[in-house]
């Protein structure tokens, strides 16, 4: 079993940034961020194969948002910038095989999620 703590998220305005953090129990092959908000489904974000460092954006998020990794603290980074008012969602980590990389099924353990809002 492998337990998944996420913290940073919080209320900024937009164009605000923030920085999330999954501390792991243990690495997966693959780590991830999804999010949900009210009304919709789950999505990818962010996601990082944690051997090789390759990492994949939803095309939403790109250029604003990057993962990263610590080995050696176990944690997993989402470094928000530009924040925009659709971005508001829980925000969840996620680890797994990380293939395909947005899907749901790759990842067998969840965290319990963060709050980003993100007002105009």
């Known amino acids: 079993q492998v337990r998944l703590v996420e913290s940073g998220g919080g209320s900024v305005q937009a164009g605000g940034s923030l920085r999330l953090s999954c501390v792991a129990s243990?690495?997966?092959?693959?780590m991830a961020w999804f999010r949900q908000a009210p009304g919709k489904e789950r999505e990818g974000v962010a996601a990082i194969l944690t051997s090789s460092g390759a990492t994949n954006y939803a095309d939403s998020v790109k250029g604003r948002f990057t993962i990263s990794q610590d080995n050696a603290k176990r944690t997993v980074f989402l470094q928000m910038n530009s924040l925009k008012p659709e971005d508001t969602a829980m925000y969840y980590c996620?680890?797994?095989?990380?293939?395909?990389?947005?899907?749901?099924?790759?990842?067998?353990?969840w965290g319990q999620g963060t709050q980003v809002t993100v007002s105009s």
């Open positions: 243990a690495f997966y092959r693959g």
């Open positions: 996620a680890a797994g095989y990380g293939s395909p990389w947005f899907y749901q099924g790759s990842y067998n353990y």
